[in-house]
């Protein structure tokens, strides 16, 4: 099993940056994983995921260019570093890890396997 503790999440305002970060304990090395996104009344969108094994990184059309999302090998840590931000960017985000990492680009929900508990993003105007 797998567990996933996100954190940096914060109240930014528009144009603003975060790091948001993912800490997973257990195997993780041939894994995918994946940030998705929440906003209110709206259903849970795929942001970004990489490949744990070789650093590979697919990223959703809304956040390309704004959003990198990277790996730390040593710390077993992903990171979104979340630029740019605008007011619709305002979620909670989650980290999530799909175990296999057989399917790529990995960006449906129900192809992850764990998931973190989130955290809130708010952007204001």
């Known amino acids: 099993q797998v567990q996933l503790v996100e954190s940096g999440g914060g109240l930014v305002q528009a144009g603003g940056s975060l790091r948001l970060s993912c800490a997973a304990s257990?195997?993780?090395?041939?894994?995918?994983m994946g940030w998705f996104r929440q906003a209110p009344g709206k259903e849970r969108e795929f942001v970004a995921a990489i490949k744990w094994s070789d650093g590979r990184t697919y990223y959703a059309d809304s956040v390309k260019g704004r959003f990198t999302i990277s790996r730390d090998n040593a710390k077993n840590t992903v990171y979104l570093q979340v630029n740019s931000l605008k007011p619709e960017d305002t979620a909670v985000y989650y980290c999530a890890i799909a175990i296999s990492g057989s399917s790529w680009p990995t960006r449906e929900a129900n192809e992850y396997d764990y998931w973190g508990q989130g955290t809130q993003v708010t952007v204001s105007s």
């Open positions: 257990g195997r993780t090395w041939s894994s995918v």
